[in-house]
């Protein structure tokens, strides 16, 4: 298997789905070691840095990629395990900002309401406790959290030509923002145009469900992956397999219509691996969903419907391909999962 | 503690919260034991009862109650603690009925299109190994289920003199359908009229979150509830508290509306317990929050915004009440979780 | 033809439709001359009045009725005939209420954000003219708008047992906030409880489409109305016809959901006059809806699906029942239009 | 002033906003002769061409552009005057797609429903009466209709390097779908990159409000257009001015999304023309808006808030371009509006 490591430079970042020409080309499956930038493009590095004064609003949640995969034509499946997510940094930060999150009005849906104060917050990251550390602002209520790193943003180029912002999440995955994006998780893509110029990004060292803020706690990530590519059989909506879950991840607006998307994709998946006709799956699924929610803050809300594999028959879904990687992973010798 | 024993009549069940005598008044603290028929009034009792022949539509969601509540005024806490779910039948039934349920189009919401193909599953309930058995119509699938008994509803009279259909969740409770509401929850809801009101029902021997067909695995339920009462302190939305978790359900439509009233009433919530300011609150929850959906099928969807206890410090919601509860009902001796 | 006058005292209105007894029975067709409260209650007096001071918020919206309908029965179609709508008042107003209203957060759907400042308008309807005159808090600008009396609140009780508060709009009609329930109008209503239990009121001297701030120029009205019965075809949803529009009224969340149950009303009602299968009754509405947003502010939107009648084939919509009330109203000496 | 006539030939046209070369270079103001091609790229020319067949569902939606402004500079306003739309065939076409419209599921919304039969309309364009024929399917009815032509996509290329198919409405135009967009309009939409690369297409010789079934009577189109600049004010969303009203349409999911957009954009609207601080602009949108939805069938919906110009004091929008522009047309001598 190859083993590829890019580490972009600032003008290397990309900060679109489709549009950007690929900066590496590798054949699947290879071993990818990427560092990723944070969300803020690393302009947030204290509680005094706010986001009206610190960011630059046209160079949000920059993706390292993309990444020309040989072979990948569209219909086909881009598969992407991450087998690592390890901090890069000490710190990572998350800011209120004006008109931005789940409980303030929106650019897209405006009130004539004052914007919320902004804030910012620091959370230090303690690689030995694997925690990071909440600090009020208006009190001196402390909390460390576990650690749970995760990748907010993974996408494709998408279809019919267009060029999608890297804050946007859709069919072609993008800034799903699920925690479900974690270490030992095997993503599924549909691939839309030749090469399927798939990145990653927008590191969270932790975040709760709904990303309620609209900032998890945002940092640099240093990730490992194996992309592979599985020919044809690309899904409607992304899909996401762990050892003992089955996700899909549908986005859209109102939160209903993510939710449908991810429920009839389960409905497809479930059909595919066991033969159940689709009312049929329809109604197992209703008493086995799990149905925790993503964003509810992006310009696309996400929801992920999700299985327990342990209440189903084995199966091997994309022909087995999570479990090839996960020994694959394993073989490298550094993963302890 | 006084004990209350009631099993309702055909003609003693509620349709409604508000608008229905009480059908018996007790004293805070209470023990209940009761029984619930099943959201179809029992009509559905074998796979060829579909619902367009077998149901009768002003007659859905039996509840059992109202209780009258002594010393409840407008503005308390209510406080019903589950202490015991049973199947009160060897068998669960879910049905899809047209036009009605999260994947297809429904009268509130019509298309064109027609309707889904009707189909009544019946769930074997297995008291021994505690599971309910699948068996597809389409093909000779089948799978049992680990049995996960709760209420879809539970709730007391609306405010503003309303009278509203058992089918619908709001703020008073009602129809919420998530799998929150088991055995070992504390439910807390405010008080809008004198006495209450309070009422429960619709037994689901399990359902998925999201309800997605509409209808869980339906069953008549043997139901023991502690019912408490503290005075002021009524939440603008439900709550419910286990050993492990704080949840708020916001109940509205689109969903990402019932997610916004669960959210702001969780921040509440963590401001009454920590002493947070809002902003604090917010950025805390959009860390550790969970997001399951409860139902995107019913009039209102809803939305639970979540939170594990063992994140943060300890502290004592509502007085303690869910210990004390907890505590009383294991001295009853049959509580083993 | 029956004749009645009904002028409610302050312990006679209703704020409820369904669960208050009724004022008076009446065999229709009757002639009906009432008065309406604001729907303030008449407490808004001045521009010091704000809502939060001034306002009942149990209170709201108090209709004159209900009344009971001979011979009504459901399934039956009520036909209330609007005659004529005259303020009662010298002037209207308006009041901007905090977290109430268009483009501000509400409690169903909240932020963090601070409210509104609250704002009361007071808007002299000069009676020669036939004007209300808005005049600015900011600055000095002021303006005379035509008046263009209607009621925003029409309904009947509705089923399933429900009461529900005068400020909600619904399948039963209610608080559905549109311009076109004005003078000149015939507003259908399905019959869901023997009696029907009609009432009205909330008069708005002037109202854009939308109801932006959540009030319009609100104020006391007086109304002449002409209440007839047809027995059975009630309609799903209210439909409304004028000398040249005919029109149906959805009510929902999110706002489509309005859109398309008024749409699919419409259709049926096309395929009731011309004959039209649905898809061809779907494909001509495509071409000649006209579709005015009715409020974007309640507890419910409403949206209304209008076609010019000028566009059609005649037909006699319920048997020609607008023209004859049409007839008889000019027949009483003092209908001008 | 420039005349520049561009009649695109097959590989000319674009199907996206930004992400296309500039056909032509203009120095504003320039009066443009354009063509544009149907919606279905004139691949459906009978009843028996239905869409499933007949559309290439990569190459819909073809506009005529884009047109490279000289001088034009993010955020500048456009400006696009249109002086005339004649049809440019003796007939248009709607058809009823699977999955796609208003009354129907949708992919971004799916259920588990079987589509809607599929049907082609056929309407015969009389250009001396100036109506198009209305022909049912499913019975002998028929009815003319007058025409009404309008372009249902006008837009410039978007912000943050996206690329958007032509099927999309935003805040860069696009596909908006409202029949104010028709001859005598001035359409105003702010620059987002260099050159603005202006183009517009989807020839309706009549739409309804809403778009019910999604396909207008599409056709080919003759236009007519002058395009100005105007230095700085480019607005949030897009803007149209006739003579009689002035008007902002608002995009996005849910439907009350995109009306508040088009709200708060006419607040800000009548401030900059009259003065008035922003919730006395609230307050008299209340009274004086009119709200007709433009279509709930694309991507995003798209809302019209309308004022009705005779209402208020005369004022110079973008410093009287309108008035300028239908000035300059009148001198062509061919325009009697």
Known sequence: MDHVTFIPTADQMAYTFGGAAPVVRITPPTVLTLWTEDAYGGRITSAADVATTALDTEDLNPQTGPFWIEGAEPGDTLVVHLVDLTPARTWGASTLIPFFGGLTSVPVSPTLQDPLPERTYIYEYDSAADTVAFSAHGSDFELALPANPMLGTVG?????????????????????????????????????????????????????????????????????????????????????????????????RPLEEAWRAGQVEMITWLGELYGLDRLDAYQLL????????????????????????????????????????????????????
């Open 156 to 252: 494709v180029a998408p279809a019919r030509r267009e060029v999608r912002t890297s804050l946007v999440p859709d069919v072609f995955g993008g800034n799903m923002d699920t925690p479900e994006m974690r270490a030992g998780a095997t993503c599924y893509l549909r691939v839309n145009v030749p090469g399927a110029l798939f990145s990653l990004g927008d590191g969270h060292y932790r975040q709760g469900e709904g990303e309620s803020c609209g900032t998890a706690v945002e940092g640099a990530m240093n990730v490992t992956a194996i992309v592979g590519l599985v020919k044809g059989g690309g899904p409607a909506w992304p899909r996401i397999e762990s050892d003992t879950h089955l996700m899909c991840v549908g986005s859209g």
């Open 286 to 337: 209703t008493q086995i969903s799990l149905a925790p929610i993503a964003n509810v803050v992006d310009t696309n809300y996400s929801s992920v419907t999700k299985v327990d594999k342990r209440l189903l028959p084995a199966a091997a879904a994309f022909g087995g391909v999570h479990q090839e990687m996960r020994s694959a992973a394993r073989a490298f010798g550094t993963i302890t999962y």
